[in-house]
């Protein structure tokens, strides 16, 4: 919610506060923390049972967390990395980071996510993961199209870098690749979950796939 609220401090303080007190807002004071809350909370919670909106999109802020949160690798610094997206179930890539690499030709590479939210009996979801990794590669050059550059504070050669990123996933050059992850009840744990994404990324489809 602090994040959904951006700059509105008052937003998030009557939240947080009637949450902690276990008190209901109402009137003006409901009306403006509904209006940053519903997009995700209570659009998810009118939707049909069989709907994991909302599970979806707190595997995408756990993914953003722990990835912001991990400890960089030599040479290897964060260059920038996406937050998650302002409703349950928006169109486009789940998460996307960028990374600053030493002795690399152009001093980046990338990863688009996509993230699912396995939630059937049985515990097999390899199809999901595969339908994660075709999904990537039918839309992932979509999905880079549709991410907001313009407005971010960057520095000048990642603006460079980050102009191309569609091209470099058409292209399918090393630069870029893709990601899948996904959340699971502890009931449908698998034995084994991502023995079929090697035949994702390698199947044929109508442009080159990128994946790694």
């Known amino acids: 919610m602090k ?15 009637s949450t902690l007190d ?12 509904h209006s940053f809350a519903y997009p995700v909370f209570g659009a998810a919670g009118a939707q ?10 707190t595997g995408e802020w756990l993914w953003y ?9 030599p040479g290897h610094a964060v260059e920038f990395l996406s937050v998650p997206g302002p409703t349950v179930s928006d169109s486009g890539g789940d998460g996307m980071i960028v990374h600053r690499v030493d002795g690399t030709a152009q001093s980046f590479v990338f990863r688009l ?9 049985a ?10 990794w075709q999904q990537l590669n039918t839309k992932g050059s979509i999905y880079l199209g549709q991410m907001p550059w313009a407005d971010r504070q960057l520095a000048a050669d990642t603006r460079v870098f980050l102009s191309s990123v569609v ?7 090393p630069t870029g690749s893709g990601g899948v992850s996904v959340a699971l009840n502890t009931s449908a744990t698998p034995q084994k979950a991502f023995h079929l994404s090697v035949s994702s990324v390698t199947c044929s489809l109508a442009e080159p796939s990128p994946h790694r």
């Open 22 to 33: 276990d008190t209901t807002l109402q009137g003006r004071e409901h009306s403006t923390v």
């Open 3 to 17: 994040s959904r609220t951006g700059i509105n401090k008052d937003a998030y303080a009557l939240w947080r506060d």
């Open 65 to 73: 967390l722990i990835t912001r949160d991990m400890a960089p690798g």
């Open 48 to 57: 049909k049972k069989a709907n994991h909106g909302l599970a979806g999109y």
């Open 167 to 173: 091209q470099q996933w058409v292209d399918a050059q």
């Open 113 to 121: 996510w996509e993230m699912k939210k396995y939630s059937a009996k």
């Open 123 to 132: 515990d097999d979801p390899a199809n999901t993961i595969r339908g994660a």
